[in-house]
């Protein structure tokens, strides 16, 4: 039996993003590191340019609208692309879409780069190429209390309802289970599909679905904000990593990119910002390239 998708689109809840965010965004970013000098004479056509970073500004913790000033982004993807542009001598505009659409704005030209915590998986590899910048652990948020007791992608999703973002990794996970269900004699999962994931959260506070599974800090900023509300079930570990997207063909603007992340490693500035984020330095993944073969 397929599994029975509800598509449902609903405004984003500036509110609840506003919410997770906290006082971190004021803090001091990190200092460009001193290797950059050379990569900036090693790619002297980035010098002055202004790029368009694709984001769906709805993950507090990596990207968000500003609480204090709408007109503006901050969040940890969103200082990682800045120093990246400052490393390699490029300013960084901004063009928010859906989760969705992230990487068709990319192919299309609309974007020349996405930094927007999206999983690197070989899939959208052959859409882009991504260069790896973080571990992946999901978390599976719930209801105060889990009165479905779920405990992850696993049977006790059975007749349950997910409510997940378009285009995320978890909804074939979860359509996988139907096989399961069916031997177990129990109704199949529900996906519900949203635009971001503030929406995806309220649709668990207004009851529409029993879970949301993401990454694990989104979870864990959701439960911060809604303590008396929501409670994280467990986490669990995925095989994918978060990565950039830059167009494919364009080599030498990846290796540009590639060299200006490792220098970022390497100086300390990536765990600077993943603790000035409260994202854990133990997420940092040392750069590597995923590509289509």
Not at 34 to 42: D, G, R, S, V
Not at 87 to 92: E, H, P, R, S
Not at 253 to 279: C, H, P, V, Y
Request: glycine share 8%; with cysteine.
């Amino acid at each position: 039996m397929k599994l029975k998708v509800m598509r449902v689109l609903l405004a984003g809840c500036a509110c609840l993003a506003a919410l997770l965010i906290s006082s971190q965004a004021e803090a001091a970013g990190p200092a460009t590191p001193a290797e950059c000098k050379t990569l900036q004479a090693k790619y002297p056509q980035l010098q002055g340019k202004t790029l368009t970073n694709a984001i769906n500004p709805h993950t507090p913790g990596y990207e968000a609208l500003d609480p204090n000033d709408p007109s503006k982004y901050i969040g940890f993807d969103i200082d990682l692309g800045e120093l990246i542009g400052s490393c390699l001598g490029f300013k960084m505009a901004y063009k928010p879409v859906t989760f969705a659409a992230l990487l068709t704005t990319l192919q299309s030209g609309q974007a020349d780069i996405v930094v927007s915590d999206i999983y690197a998986t070989e899939e959208r590899a052959k859409a882009a190429d991504f260069i790896t910048y973080s571990k992946v652990f999901d978390g599976v948020l719930v209801v105060k209390g889990n009165p479905k007791k779920i405990t992850g992608i696993n049977g006790s999703m059975c007749g349950t309802t997910a409510a997940e973002n378009t285009g995320y990794v978890e909804v074939p996970l979860i359509q996988n289970l139907a096989p399961a269900c069916k031997t177990a004699a129990k109704p199949e999962a529900t996906v519900q599909l949203y635009d971001n994931n503030a929406n995806c959260i309220q649709a668990i506070m207004a009851g529409r679905a029993d879970t949301y599974i993401n990454d694990v800090n989104t979870v864990d900023q959701a439960v911060k904000a809604f303590p008396d509300k929501l409670e994280k079930a467990t986490a669990v570990t995925l095989p994918y990593s978060v990565g950039i997207g830059v167009p494919k063909g364009k080599t030498d603007f990846r290796d540009a990119i590639m060299a200006a992340l490792l220098a970022i490693q390497k100086s300390g500035a990536q765990t600077e910002l993943l603790n000035k984020w409260q994202l854990g330095a133990q997420n940092l993944e040392p750069a590597k390239l995923i590509v289509s073969k």
